[in-house]
């Protein structure tokens, strides 16, 4: 889990306390602190053990995912914005979904849209496109591109495809 923040601390307790949560308990979580300059390190650190906190001069998100990316040694992958937070059997999903694919894949989830209270306002059932399909639904801007903020993906993903763009500081997930 690489969870990057920056001038995180109204949610951040949030988004952690949602993956420490977690059904499956075999993950590390990466928080990667893109230079906030408010309370987000001493809220990060305040967890000990249970996270691995690193610090960064700003780069944007897909630098400090992309930092996550060599830090982190699962299989794997997913991130967590600081203000979102994921359901308790997320990553159990997930991981069994991926375990039995054994290659190079991805998954998504439904989503729902919180406001800042938690409240769920909307929620999306998300469309299982065929893979032939997926590619084309990603660059028309179909509905999956709301699953960017639930992916989990095999790290060969990453290995045969590269990190994510940095010049993309703030769309890094349409990359």
Known sequence: MILPVYEGENYLRFAIESVLNQTLQDFELIIVDDGSTDSTPAIAQSYGEAVRYVRQSNTGVAGALNHGLRLAKGRYISWLSHDD????????????T??????????????????????VTASHQLPEYKRSETLRHVLTGGPICSASYSLMYDRRCVEEVGTYAIDLRYTQDVD
């Open 85 to 96: 937070r994921f359901h308790a059997p997320k990553l159990e999903k997930q991981v069994s």
């Open 98 to 119: 991926l375990r039995k694919l054994n290659s190079p894949a991805a998954c998504y989830t439904d989503i729902e849209i919180i406001d800042a209270q938690g409240t």
